[in-house]
């Protein structure tokens, strides 16, 4: 069974600082990793994935996640932050060898002080 | 524009009705899943169907119900509506595994119903 935590349900930062949202999974087999980002009144869209091959991936808007087989862990990170990525963030695990079942965690508030 | 549409985007009813969400997926996308979103529990995930047969349950609750027909389009029912279902409630669809290119579990969101009981 698969399962995803993500520490701290609010973030926030400055404006120009770094973000950091941490996502751990739980997985009896090779995952699926995702992020999700929901804007407010907004439905979910994907932010980036991970499948397979190379471990630090770059998704939309500057953001990027790192794949850490050792740590279960896929941190979500972007060097600078703007106002418009006040959001909230999901992270997503899927099992590879299950049917398209997909596990979200609670979701993380980022907020962004100008 | 995720491609998956919903229907109604509001709705406000009474206690103890019976309301019908409707979704149709994203072009080609066989599998639908429906979630709950409420402040206190987050994103919760209710049912998933895949070409027409329900694939997989969560929490969904018996008063629910939902079933998606030929033409892929999916109705989630919900009766006996309490105070506690108000939520919005999101339509997702995906692509088989691997098709196109595309990892399963890579959901498309339509915009969600939002649903307020009174």
């Known amino acids: 069974a698969q399962s995803v935590t993500q520490l701290g349900s609010h973030v926030s930062v400055s404006e120009g600082a770094l973000v950091l949202l941490r996502c751990n999974y739980s997985?009896?087999?090779?995952?699926?990793l995702f992020w999700y980002v929901q804007y407010p009144n907004q439905g979910l869209q994907l932010l980036l994935k991970?499948?397979?091959?190379?471990?630090l991936v770059k998704g939309i808007n500057g953001f990027e996640a790192e794949f850490k087989k050792s740590e279960t862990s896929f941190h979500l990170t972007k060097p600078s932050a703007h106002m418009s990525d006040a959001a909230e963030y999901f992270c997503?695990?899927?099992?590879?060898?299950?049917?398209?079942?997909?596990?979200f965690g609670p979701g993380t508030s980022l907020s962004v002080i100008p | 524009d995720s491609g998956v549409t919903q229907t109604p985007k509001h709705l406000i009813t009474a206690t103890g009705q019976r309301v019908t969400l409707r979704c149709s997926p994203r072009?080609?996308?066989?599998?639908v899943y429906w979630y709950q979103q409420s402040l206190d529990q987050g994103l919760q995930f209710l049912i998933q169907?895949?070409?027409?047969?329900?694939?997989a349950k969560g929490n969904i609750l018996e008063r629910f119900s939902a079933q998606q027909f030929p033409d892929l389009h999916s109705e989630l029912n919900l009766s006996s509506l309490e105070l506690g279902d108000s939520a919005l409630y999101f339509c997702?669809?995906?692509?088989?595994?691997?098709?196109?290119?595309?990892?399963?579990?890579?959901?498309?969101f339509g915009e969600g119903s939002r649903l307020t009981v009174l």
């Open positions: 169907y895949y070409n027409g047969e329900e694939r």
């Open positions: 991970y499948t397979t091959g190379a471990t």
């Open positions: 072009s080609g996308d066989l599998s």
């Open positions: 997985s009896s087999v090779p995952p699926y």
């Open positions: 997503a695990v899927s099992a590879t060898t299950s049917y398209d079942k997909v596990i």
């Open positions: 997702a669809s995906s692509t088989p595994t691997e098709w196109r290119g595309r990892a399963a579990g890579e959901l498309f």
